[in-house]
């Protein structure tokens, strides 16, 4: 399974939570950055709802970037491979964005500085992340099944890879301890009923990558694991089943202050 190239069909809770985000977004917006932009879909969506003069979407995956210069070959939107923490500005953007890329930063002062400078006085910055260690409680359960049946010891040496925050509060403190002032802040419960497909689609999309990075543990990941767990979702998803879900997203906009 290579996720990169199957993130494009296997987003589906990071597409829906990106059009309520737009409800946070300025009608239009001359110029426009796009954070951890992916394979380019929800890009897409950002730049028809504001209609930009000028919009530059990044990612520190170069595999996502051609990825989404392949899926929008005609596109009038710039696809860029760089990081936040290294992206020099080359103009002063009226809109940020970064709906779910945030809780994979490296280096969050580093990462919160370039935004601020990269914002107009007048501009904002909006963002979409999943929160809560335990942000999906059906894929905790699911990943217990598999840890305890196949690397009990693994799965004692777990720890979550990206940052998320407990309370959305968090999130505000946060921005407004680096000059930012919040103009909203909501969370948001995603509640699906899922086919079997479509919750390995889901898990596919962030799950997995969650628990098959090696720095998720504290001890050498088998390596076999991967494969392992892939085939177990596989056959955990056969079939006619059902799965109900619950996934938690904090969506908040915020200003720099002089
Ligand atoms: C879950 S995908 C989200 C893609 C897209 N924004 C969406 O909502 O469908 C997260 C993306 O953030 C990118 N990313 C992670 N850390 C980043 C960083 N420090 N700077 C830029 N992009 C980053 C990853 O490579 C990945 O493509």
Redesign the pocket.
């Known amino acids: 399974m290579n996720y990169n190239l199957e993130?494009y069909t296997n987003?589906i809770v990071?597409?829906d939570a990106?059009k309520e985000l737009m409800q946070l977004m300025p009608k239009q917006a001359d110029s426009v950055l796009?954070?951890?932009?992916?394979s380019g879909?929800?890009s897409h969506l950002i730049y028809e709802h504001v209609l930009p003069k000028f919009m530059l979407a990044?990612?520190?995956?170069e595999e996502?970037i051609n990825q989404a210069r392949l899926l929008y070959p005609d596109s009038k939107l710039l696809f860029s491979h760089?990081?936040?923490?290294q992206f020099v500005p080359d103009r002063a953007f009226e809109l940020i964005t970064a709906?779910?890329?945030f809780q994979?930063?490296?280096d969050y002062d580093a990462?919160i500085n370039t935004i601020k400078n990269s914002l107009r006085s007048s501009g904002v910055f909006v963002l979409q992340t999943p929160y809560k260690q335990d942000w999906c409680p059906q894929v905790s359960v699911l990943m217990h099944q598999f840890f305890t049946h196949h690397y009990p010891d693994l799965g004692q040496n777990f720890k979550l890879p990206c940052m998320h925050f407990d309370y959305p509060e968090q999130y505000v403190d946060l921005f407004e301890s680096k000059n930012f002032t919040t103009v909203s802040l909501k969370t948001r419960h995603f509640e699906y009923r899922f086919s079997g497909d479509d919750f390995r689609k889901f898990f596919m999309?962030?799950a997995y990558k969650v628990y098959t990075l090696a720095k998720s543990y504290s001890v050498a990941m088998p390596n076999r694991f991967a494969e392992d767990l892939e085939h177990f979702v596989n056959v955990k998803t056969r079939g006619n089943k059902e799965f109900e879900v619950c996934i938690s997203r904090v969506m908040a906009s915020f200003k720099p202050i002089e």
């Open positions: 993130y987003g990071q597409f990106a796009d954070i951890g932009c992916g879909k929800v990044i990612d520190s995956s996502m760089q990081s936040i923490e709906n779910s890329s994979w930063y490296q990462s999309s962030g």
